[in-house]
């Protein structure tokens, strides 16, 4: 049972304190006795809370984590490219031995971490959390801090971003934990629309937002978004002005107060009326036969004016540059008019904006030769982040109804795009990974710019409160191969991103439609491998075998989760001692397909032995993988 260590600290100088109030029964000491219990039992807020264990903590004291890769589960597309990998296991286990291959070398790090709700929505030492529980949030807090402080040690500290995602619950704890642990960082707060319907809070106000934490390290900067249309349409500005100062009514500029004759059969222009007189009430207009007299009335019914005088404006409809729009005999301008402004006019006329065809009124269709960049605000409220449309049904088509509340896929594309978009060899690590859309992403964001980015995904395999239940109710416990195969990892995030990958949903029937804002099949997948590793555990001081020899066993996922490769012993070669060299070096077939090999440095290899290392590159198995474990246990 893990303890809450704060309490323990606290019960026993209170038991001291015990022991002096028997000391010292005089009034004045026994007063500050009781002040100083009282302080001491007075809850703590902001960055002091109840710090508790873990049970991973428990077994890391006698344990050693390692990866263990299964063998059943391994994707590969192109084994020319790298390997991304999925990693089953508890996060802290997976970060302990991530910081041992990835230290400094990550970097982003995209994590959507419980939002502590109270619904029973994450668990701690194996045990639902809910609103009743009083040490909710310090629970929530010893359980981030451990993660960020191993996360910290993964970024590069030259260049790399945090990204970590948040609700309301909380967002402002989170803040003050993030600038505890990186306290040298720029840190931003973006609040981003997920839910325009939103979820109805009681006698509060609807939430339709989420907030995200960007934690930029070193010289990491935000990069500017190109407009996910291949060619960026022209803007059509109103032709009726806004705001509310004097000069955008009748009253402030009257000579841009005129008629605009639209037919109503052809939906063109027909005239350019004058400037009606203050004093003439726009009933009187002179009527032109078959057309609509359209002048700037607001929405409440009040008189504005035109941006153009009716000889400009006429200039620009010749040209094709001011058109109209839909008719709505309810509105009190029955018909929208736009026009190109003297930037984009300026643009056709040097060439930068393309035109490439026209409307049936005349009006041209132009783009912009080159994509436009522009650089996002603190408030996003794109449609394409929509967690139920991009997110729940999404994913919906492609395995079914298995998990609740992913992240809209262009959400997280957008997220690791302002982090990632000049880096097109970035190491991405999400040790929250739950659905899997962050390789999703990562990927499609390669198929889009030809990057060759790689992901490590980490992700527990625990299943829902409702199965569980039903589980214990048949007998069926966790490590059982019912159970497991219904856990997050192995029933949603492995078959998420082999289905994506191979452009394919559960029952093997080609995903259907394009990825938004660009002409790439789903159907089509995405060229990208992937290993599947497990945490296991290995005993720090064993009694029947030498610790190096059990540690041998997990050297070759090391090697490959840190090179992003797959030790196959024909290119990528390991060798772990003298019968692995006679097989594989002195072998002249497989010796002339190596490129890679790694040594174990306690093999002694003579000089002509080394000189056929040495033509291969060889590198030593990195002592940073165990070598601490291995002097605790004096090998």
Known sequence: MAENLSKKKRDRMISFLEGLKKMHTDDASIRAFNEIENQLREKKYGLVWEEHSEEVDDKLKENIP?????????????EKLPWNFIIEGDNLQALYLLEKTHKGKVDCIYIDPPYNTGARDWKYNNDYVDTNDVYRHSKWLSMMKNRLHLAKELLNPEKSVLICTIDEKEYLRLGCLLEEVFPNAKIQMISSVINRHGSMRFSEFTRVNEYIYYVRIG????????????????????????GTSKGNFRRGRPFLFYPIYIHAKTKKIIKFGSPLPIEKDVKLVPHVEGCISVFPIRKDGSEGCWSLSPEKAMELYEKGYLKVGRYNDKSSQQYEITYLQTGTVNGINKGE???TGYNPDGSIIAYHKTPKSTTQVTQWDNSTHDATEYGTNLLNTILGNRFSYPKSLYAVKDCLYYAINDYKNAVIIDFFAGSGTTGHAVNLLNCEDGGHRRWIMVTNNEISETEEKEFAKRGIKKG??????????QYVTWPRTVCSIEGKDINNNPLKGNYLGSDIPMADGFNANIKYFKCEWTPRKPEDYLLSNALALHVKEMIEIQNAIEIDNKKNVLILNKTDFKNIILDKKKYAQI?????????????????????????????????????????
């Not at 900067?221 to 022209?234: C, D, H, N, R, V």
């Open 66 to 78: 390692v990866f263990c890769a299964d063998k059943k589960r391994r994707l590969c597309k192109d």
């Open 219 to 242: 010289n990491a900067t935000i990069g500017k978004m190109l407009s996910a249309e291949s060619k960026q349409p022209i803007h059509w500005h109103s032709l009726k002005r806004s």
């Open 353 to 355: 904006i393309e035109i």
């Open 480 to 489: 059982d191969p019912e159970w497991e195969a219904k856990g997050i990892a």
């Open 595 to 635: 490129e890679h090999v790694w040594v174990n440095q306690n093999i002694i290899f003579n000089a002509k032995e080394l000189k056929l290392l040495q033509e291969k590159g060889y590198k030593y198995i990195p002592k940073e993988f165990f070598g601490q474990e291995l002097r605790e246990a004096a090998e």
